[in-house]
């Protein structure tokens, strides 16, 4: 896992408080669209989410598990690998970093440092020990079994 973007961070999103798609873009800073490699169409960047959200445009959740087509299973797995593949990111983060696993006492901006210096602090550990990054991560096996990272064996996460 490398971050690379300055993203903008969703300072109260567990508080409950129902977001609008023009005041999550217009809050969170979302990028303008952008093309994905090889196309010229500029995709949205969105969030994604589960059963819980509700559906909004700037939010990508999985099909009901109900009489999915071939299209919607497809659509399934590969958000669920997305979900994985954030799921690994702050999992990892907050198992090297632990305090990511407690409430941040601090104001939204020292909390905001806070988070910069400990994603800093993983890509210079990614450059100076590169070997030490595949066992955090999940795996898939050629058979689609999902083998866990090491990090979810610290019992913290």
Not at 132 to 143: H, R, T, V
Request: glycine fraction near 6%; include cysteine; charge should be positive.
């Amino acid at each position: 896992m490398w971050v690379r973007k300055k993203l903008p961070l969703m300072q109260g999103f567990s508080t409950g408080l129902p977001l609008s798609p023009t005041s999550v873009k217009r809050k969170l800073g979302f990028p303008p669209p952008e093309p994905l490699p090889n196309d010229d169409h500029g995709v949205p960047y969105f969030y994604i989410g589960d059963d819980a959200f509700p559906l909004r445009t700037y939010l990508v959740k999985p099909f009901s598990h109900r009489n999915l087509t071939h299209d919607e299973r497809i659509f399934n797995y590969r958000c669920s690998r997305a979900r994985r593949v954030v799921e690994n990111a702050f999992g990892i983060l907050a198992n090297r970093f632990r305090c990511l696993l407690t409430t941040l006492m601090t104001t939204p901006e020292t909390s905001t440092k806070i988070t910069k210096a400990c994603v800093i602090l993983h890509n210079l550990m990614r450059i100076r020990f590169p070997n030490l990054q595949n066992a955090d991560l999940d795996g898939e096996q050629a058979d689609g079994v999902i083998v866990p990272g090491e990090w979810r064996d610290a019992g913290y996460c």
